[in-house]
């Protein structure tokens, strides 16, 4: 279920150099792989799991994404002679059904955590539907984590400018889409205002729920403001080999998720934030709720309970609003007829060039020359079409 990540060649780059990430996935998949067997790299990029796959002995290796990065695969795999054991399939890996299941499927596909995007519903449909009985599912679990930090930057960014300005303006109405919106961070162990607790564990061999619904109670180790949530996960690929992105550990390309809380409460040393967190997938992306309270150290509480979420850090018009509705009646406007006319068109042996001259004499007042009306048929059958 891989959309096209959008990633440059430098992004792939620090990927491919990001360690201990890299070395420990290169051990579990040198221990995984025996010779002739058949692997599946899932959200392959640009494949160097692939090469990586076959320099240990894999017979068959089969590389699955959809961003176009994956065309730069064959020529890398013929400089290092392994052209003639890769397949590549250029599309999201739900729509793959293989002729033999594989040995071992070995996949990176989160995000700041683990619960990115379709991550955990693509390795649940890849386990259940190309792994072979007994097969080597890399990465095997995530544990995620959760801790109170400070970060006081990020506190500075989201009150500026919408709270305080140099020009005396009211711009407050901002700051609610500021202190709602996920952050990725980089923060040391000096930033953590308590010690971690568990959120969840992720095991790959046999979730299937992409959703996180977790509470827990955080305790403040000292006093000061608290500027929000941070959340990592770690990583065990194999047994025994292991690597994390939490602060003290290298810095790795996944970075860490942040949340604010609204208004930074100030804590002494003993008072407990509690926190529910829930992550529920819509769509590509997660919308993710974190409903926190403060508690002084007798349990008792020092304030409502706040509830703030990522959607209140996206902006919506109400027109917009109102066309999501379940009650909402569409019209038919120009761009859809045109769209309509072009799928309509798909077919009986037609080239893209009669394709767009038909579109142009039925819609000559929005498409008024060839050109026009051939880029708007490719960009159209493009959202259709991903090799």
Not at 152 to 175: A, E, H, M
Not at 360 to 384: K, N
Request: glycine content about 8%; some cysteine.
């Amino acid at each position: 279920m891989f959309r096209p990540a959008g990633y440059s060649v430098v992004d792939y780059g620090h990927m491919i150099e990001c360690e201990p990430r890299m070395g420990i996935y290169a051990e579990a998949m040198r221990a995984a792989i025996t010779p002739g067997c058949t692997v599946i790299d899932l959200g392959a990029g640009f494949g160097v799991f692939a090469l990586l796959a076959c320099k240990y002995g894999a017979g068959h290796v089969i590389a699955i994404e959809p961003d176009p990065s994956i065309e730069q695969l064959m020529p890398m795999a013929k400089a290092n002679g392994f052209a003639d054991r890769i397949t590549v399939v250029r599309d999201i890996s739900t729509n793959y059904t293989p002729e033999t299941k594989a040995d071992v499927i070995v996949s990176d596909c989160r995000g700041s955590i683990s619960l990115y995007q379709h991550h955990v519903a693509t390795l649940a449909d890849a386990r259940a539907r190309l792994l072979a009985p007994g097969g080597t599912l890399l990465p095997m679990r995530d544990t995620l984590r959760i801790a109170l930090a400070q970060w006081v930057s990020n506190r500075r960014s989201t009150i500026r400018p919408w709270l305080t300005n140099n020009f005396g303006l009211d711009l407050s109405v901002g700051y609610r889409f500021a202190v709602n919106e996920e952050r990725k961070a980089y923060l040391r162990p000096e930033d953590l205002m308590s010690a971690a607790a568990e959120l969840a564990v992720i095991d790959f061999r046999t979730i299937t729920d992409p959703n996180l619904d977790a509470t827990v109670e955080l305790v403040a180790e000292r006093g000061g403001a608290v500027d929000g949530l941070l959340i990592w996960f770690d990583a065990e690929i194999a047994e025994g080999l292991t690597y994390s992105n939490a602060p003290g550990e290298p810095e790795l390309v996944y970075g860490q998720m942040f949340l604010a809380l609204d208004n930074a409460p100030r804590l002494a040393a003993g008072d407990r934030v509690t926190v529910r967190l829930r992550g529920i997938l819509q769509g590509d992306d997660y919308l993710w709720t974190w409903d926190w309270q403060v508690l002084d150290a007798a349990g008792t509480p020092r304030g409502p309970s706040v509830r703030q979420s990522t959607f209140l850090s996206h902006m919506f018009s109400p027109k917009a609003l109102a066309r999501a509705s379940d009650l909402n009646t569409p019209a038919l406007n120009s761009q859809m007829m045109i769209d309509r006319d072009c799928l309509a068109l798909v077919g009986d042996g037609r080239t893209l060039d009669e394709i767009a001259r038909t579109l142009q004499e039925r819609h000559p007042e929005h498409l008024p020359t060839h050109q026009a009306a051939l880029d708007h048929a490719a960009l159209c059958l493009g959202r259709y079409n991903r090799g």
